[in-house]
């Protein structure tokens, strides 16, 4: 069994997309539009070969961020090359990043996607 992919709603789909293509380096699988009682909204599916991530634009807009103690959705990880490269790409992006750690099994970071749901890059 694997993870096949995250479904998100995020408030602009286009910085989301923007972010989770040109920042972490993934890239469009497929994109298209669902009909509801609020419109249509367009639909990315971002990821690789492997997983995506399927983003929807939220009717209801607001910014997401969880505590750590609380029950809900925590975080979801990529695991990277270079972490060392990903910290500079953050920062020239202005990205947000809360930790920086090392233990086993590997380094890792913490940041925010635009839509503040955190995400793990494990190098």
């Not at 890239?27 to 599916?45: L, P, Q, T």
């Not at 399927?54 to 959705?73: L, N």
């Not at 695991?79 to 947000?96: F, N, P, S, Y």
Request: one cysteine or more.
């Amino acid at each position: 069994m694997r993870l096949e992919h995250v479904n998100l709603s995020v408030n602009d789909i286009e910085k989301s997309r923007d972010f989770y293509c040109n920042i972490l380096g993934l890239h469009v699988r497929w994109e298209g539009e669902r009909s509801d009682v609020n419109g249509s909204r367009k639909i990315y599916h971002i990821g690789n070969d492997d997983c995506y991530i399927a983003i929807f634009e939220a009717a209801d807009k607001c910014q997401y961020r969880h505590q750590f103690g609380s029950t809900g959705f925590n975080h979801f990880a990529f695991i990277v090359d270079d972490l060392d490269m990903m910290v500079a790409k953050l920062h020239e992006h202005e990205i947000e990043q809360t930790a920086i750690e090392d233990y086993s099994p590997g380094r890792r970071l913490y940041c925010y996607d635009p839509d503040g749901f955190e995400i793990e890059l494990v190098q």
